[in-house]
T-cell receptor, first 116, second 115 residues
Framework: EPEVTQTPSHQVTQMGQEVILRCVPI?????FYWYRQILGQKVEFLVS????????KSEIFDDQFSVERPDGSNFTLKIRSTKLEDSAMYFC??????????????FGEGSWLTVV | DQQVKQNSPSLSVQEGRISILNCDYT??????FLWYKKYPAEGPTFLIS?????DKNEDGRFTVFLNKSAKHLSLHIVPSQPGDSAVYFC??????????????FGSGTRLSIRP
């Protein structure tokens, strides 16, 4: 069964450092997303991406964050200068709503980011 | 901004019985609803969905009911099995047709199936 894959599964970084989280969405999907879950809190939307540009972003997705699709398969989230409060599980997701009514989004296993 | 609410943080059900998880929403623009199951340190796994033109959708042991007038949906799992123990998230989106609409998650309900 096709799945969204993410790397790394866990990364520890020092405050102020840049981090890149990588994702390979499901191959025939065209819409990509990043969500995050801070420990003990709800899963929050960060950004959606389609046709090589951001479709929508939340208030969390400030200038420290960026996304990129550098080639035909990868989708990355970059945090330029990490803060302690960026520590969270980051989920990549993808979807293909053209398959029918409703946008079912499929998630990866997550990348656990710890900022120290 | 709690557009999707799951008011029960936890639920304990005996194996073999029915589990009923509830969800309320406030945004009348939502037209597509989903349930996800999540284990610790893993991503949310899609379970079942329902569009606003329906009031029920069934898939094996899982049935989702939608009451639009009450802005309420529920997930029924019957019979409940030990492997169903997980956190269940309700989610919703607007503009369901051929759109990359984001989904908004509720806070989750931790379901525990006891032997």
């Amino acid at each position: 069964e096709p799945e969204v894959t993410q790397t790394p599964s866990h990364q520890v970084t020092q405050m102020g450092q840049e981090v890149i989280l990588r994702c390979v969405p499901i191959s025939n999907h065209l819409y990509f997303y990043w969500y995050r879950q801070i420990l003990g809190q709800k899963v929050e939307f960060l950004v959606s991406f389609y046709n090589n540009e951001i479709s929508e972003k939340s208030e969390i997705f400030d200038d420290q964050f960026s996304v990129e699709r550098p080639d035909g398969s990868n989708f990355t989230l970059k945090i330029r200068s990490t803060k302690l409060e960026d520590s969270a599980m980051y989920f990549c997701a993808s979807s293909d709503p053209a398959g029918g009514y409703g946008n079912t989004i499929y998630f990866g296993e997550g990348s656990w980011l710890t900022v120290v | 901004d709690q557009q999707v609410k799951q008011n029960s943080p936890s639920l304990s059900v005996q194996e073999g019985r029915i589990s009923i998880l509830n969800c309320d929403y406030t945004n009348s623009m939502f037209d597509y609803f989903l349930w996800y199951k999540k284990y610790p340190a893993e991503g949310p796994t899609f379970l079942i969905s329902i569009s606003s033109i329906k009031d029920k959708n069934e898939d094996g042991r899982f049935t989702v009911f939608l009451n639009k007038s009450a802005k309420h949906l529920s997930l029924h799992i019957v019979p409940s099995q030990p492997g169903d123990s997980a956190v269940y998230f309700c989610a919703a989106s607007a503009d369901g047709y051929s759109s990359a609409s984001k989904i908004i998650f509720g806070s989750g309900t931790r379901l525990s199936i006891r032997p």
